[in-house]
């Protein structure tokens, strides 16, 4: 037998059973994957293991680092702060700018001045009641009744508000308890100050205060006997509603004390007397209290 055909034989014979072989055996199916759903969180990968330099491996994630991240466009506007941030603050005002300089505001002028300078007179008229003793003997109801007074006054305004001047009043009083047949009268003379409340107004309140000199004569008809003194406290306050430019018209109330230096010795010691007025009076003001 010829060894080429064998050997043919023999090599088919061969690949025949390795490929019969090769398709037996099982091919290894892959591992099924769970499938992921919105009910199910994916959980984050493991970071990869780092070398070590004691010689393991480092599982540990890697530390942040401290250095604030550098933007990757530096002219990109800057975001608007939220809601809960606090805005940024504001610049420092500049010394001296003007763009910064706060407007003046407009400079009020006074009311116009209605007295300083101003010549004042003044008429008035009251119905007077006295009260308390001409002398320690001599009880002032004893003596002289109510009565009327009318007194005058002209004075200067020195500022806006202040006016001095002199005034003049006479008394004249009815009969009194003990003396039936007297007749009783009086005057003052002296300076005063009076002080105005307010400016350009129609009506003009205003207090006055005054001292002076002053006396009584009591005439029974067949004696006459004088009393002089000092009246040391002449009190008013009151107020005159000018109805046109130069008069104005006003009541007033008004308390007067004082005591008689000078009288007779059937009198007693020194006492002070008293006289309440209520009363209306005139104005006239020059050049004129209104514009």
């Avoid at 080429?4 to 398709?23: C, I, K, M, N, Y």
């Avoid at 007074?149 to 008394?171: H, K, N, P, T, Y």
């Avoid at 001292?211 to 006459?224: A, F, H, R």
């Avoid at 005139?282 to 514009?291: H, R, S």
Wanted: hydrophobic fraction near 35%; charged fraction near 20%; glycine fraction near 12%.
């Amino acid at each position: 037998m010829h060894w080429r055909p064998v050997f043919r034989v023999a090599t088919l014979t061969t690949a025949f059973a390795v490929s019969a072989a090769g398709q037996g055996e099982p091919q290894p199916e892959p591992a099924p994957t769970a499938p992921v759903g919105p009910s199910q969180p994916v959980e984050p990968a493991e970071p990869a293991p780092t070398d070590n330099p004691e010689g393991g491996l480092d599982a540990s994630p890697p530390e942040a680092s401290d250095e604030a991240p550098v933007p990757s466009d530096p002219a990109a506007p800057e975001e608007a702060p939220s809601a809960g941030e606090a805005p940024p603050p504001l610049p420092p005002k500049p010394r001296g700018g003007e763009e910064y300089a706060e407007p003046e505001l407009p400079i009020t002028p006074p009311a116009a001045d209605s007295l300083g300078g101003h010549f004042v007179l003044t008429p008035a008229a009251a119905y007077s009641i006295p009260f308390g003793r001409l002398g320690s003997n001599w009880d002032t109801h004893e003596q002289i009744g109510n009565g009327w007074s009318v007194a005058v006054e002209a004075g200067l305004g020195v500022s806006r508000q202040v006016v001095i001047g002199v005034f003049g009043e006479f008394d004249r009083w009815a009969e009194g308890d003990t003396c039936a047949q007297c007749d009783a009268t009086g005057f003052a003379v002296g300076p005063f100050v009076r002080y105005h409340l307010v400016q350009g107004l129609r009506f003009d309140p205003w207090i006055g205060f005054g001292v002076g000199y002053e006396n009584l004569k009591l005439d029974d008809g067949s004696t006459q006997t004088s009393l002089a003194g000092l009246k040391w406290a002449r009190l008013a306050v009151g107020g005159d509603w000018y109805p046109s430019r130069n008069f104005g018209v006003g009541p007033y109330l008004g308390l007067s004390s004082g005591g008689y230096f000078d009288r007779p010795e059937q009198a007693g010691a020194l006492r002070t007397h008293w006289a309440f007025h209520l009363g209306l009076r005139l104005t006239l003001d020059i050049p004129g209290k209104l514009k």
